[in-house]
């Protein structure tokens, strides 16, 4: 069923982004009154195909999900025949700058989707977790700052008279620190303002390290989220618990009077009791109620000394916010999510290919399947921010300067502009041939990548 739900979410994921990218194209195109001879989404043979007439656009689903195309109206296009009637219509007979927008036109599409998904999601609101710091490691840039953990961030800013960005959630403050990692801070410290478990305001000076990616600049800076609730995922049936009434969902806050905020402190607090009762304090749909338990005694595998044993599998949720917004505001902040997106992607690629990032960070169809059903497991929410990530992602890819890919056809009209006459025709083969050569050793690294974090 999960396997049946993996692929069911990725075929969507692919449907939706590859549609809305190549109708960019094809809305260009009529805008600039180029014919349209193929809607497809899909490769190779087609399952479905529609077309009102000869003379119209042939609308077809087909059979390989990986990718989609406008086919034009090209006497460029090898094979082609334009009757002079239809010359008027035809791609490479139109002005430069008509072309270039048709190019441009695809991941312009996936861009404005994904702020609609995120400007979508920022109104409807989200359930984020609260930006409360875990106790950093002693020698991070965290720990110098003077942070010791319970704190909950409310703002950065980039010395004392930068602008201050307000963080709500631990979303907000991973981005805003991302984002402030990307600007030239000239050695300047980022000022980060925070309200202690005490509940007073301070500001602590936070040196941001290097690093590959979001999640490793929040660790290599010592930033952690605090836990926050041990919440039962599952009652083992026939067990201790069970039969004291501990139910799938509860929030576990105390055991025999200490309060529990990791997994760790009820296991130990359990084992210690091995034959004996305790005292469970838990939330249930709000309510906060106590419950006995009995601790059935077993043998530690390890240690071979005796151990309690309740029957629950538990795990660690962090409080959650709900955050939203205005729609003016919503729509705001999807634009600056996505440039920001656009430009990390950019820089994570420039850093690769410089050698400065590992090319093991690259992802490929497997690795997108696995998230596109984690998130549909998850929920409507999780999935549509997972599409808008992905929406960004093939923009940004089709916008590089590689030839094949939309960047490339744009790089080929700059060099038409510049030369005042359309590049030769052997210099596009070549560079066609290296693009493809390109585009294929990508491939094979993201599927190597992919099949290698499948296998561990």
Not at 232 to 255: C, F, N, T, Y
Request: with cysteine.
């Amino acid at each position: 069923m999960a396997l049946l739900q993996t692929v069911l979410a990725f075929v969507v994921a692919l449907g939706v982004l590859v549609t809305v990218h190549e109708f960019g194209h094809y809305l260009a195109a009529r805008a600039c009154g180029v014919r349209v001879l193929r809607f497809s989404v899909g490769f190779g043979w087609p399952l479905l195909r529609w077309q009102r007439s000869p003379e119209d656009t042939e609308w077809v689903v087909a059979a390989l999900p990986l990718g989609g195309y406008v086919r034009m109206l090209d006497e460029n296009e090898e094979g082609a025949r334009v009757p002079p009637e239809l010359a008027h219509e035809a791609f490479n007979r139109k002005p430069l700058g008509q072309r270039a927008i048709v190019v441009l036109a695809g991941p312009a599409a996936n861009l404005l989707l994904a702020v609609a998904f995120y400007a979508g999601l920022w109104m409807a609101g989200q359930s984020e977790p609260v930006a409360r710091l875990a106790a950093p490691p002693a020698d991070s840039a965290a720990a110098a700052a003077g942070l010791h953990g319970g704190e909950t961030v409310t703002g950065l800013r980039l010395g004392a008279g930068g602008e201050l960005l307000a963080v709500r959630s631990w979303t907000e403050l991973a981005w805003n620190v991302v984002r402030l990692h990307g600007e030239d801070t000239g050695g300047s410290p980022v000022l980060m303002a925070a309200r202690g478990a005490d509940g007073r305001e301070g500001e602590y000076p936070l040196v941001l390290p290097q690093a590959e990616s979001a999640d490793s600049l929040l660790e290599a800076s010592g930033l952690r989220l605090a836990p926050g609730e041990v919440v039962v995922r599952e009652v083992l049936p026939g067990s201790a618990a069970q039969h004291a009434g501990v139910r799938k969902d509860d929030r576990i806050m105390q055991l025999d009077g200490k309060p529990v905020t990791r997994v760790t402190d009820f296991l130990a607090g359990v084992q210690e009791r091995a034959g004996h009762q305790v005292r469970i304090v838990l939330r249930r749909a709000g309510r906060v109620m106590a419950i006995e338990s009995d601790v059935a005694a077993s043998t530690d595998a390890k240690t071979g000394k005796p151990a309690g044993r309740v029957g629950l599998v538990l795990a660690e949720a962090p409080v959650m916010t709900r955050v939203s917004y205005p729609p003016l505001e919503a729509l705001t902040r999807g634009v600056r999510q996505v440039w920001d997106l656009s430009v990390f992607s950019v820089r994570m690629f420039g850093k690769m290919l410089i050698g400065q990032v590992s090319l093991s960070n690259l992802s490929g169809p497997l690795t997108i399947a696995d998230y596109a059903g984690k998130t549909a497991r998850l929920g409507i929410e999780p999935f549509i921010s997972f599409l808008a990530l992905i929406s960004v992602s093939l923009g940004v890819l089709n916008l590089l300067p590689i030839p094949v890919l939309d960047g490339g056809h744009l790089l080929y009209h700059c060099g038409e502009f510049l030369l005042d006459k359309p590049l030769p025709e052997r210099w596009t083969s070549v560079l066609q041939r290296v693009g493809m050569s390109c585009l294929l050793f990508l491939a094979l690294l993201a599927l190597f990548n992919d099949v290698s974090r499948l296998l561990g």
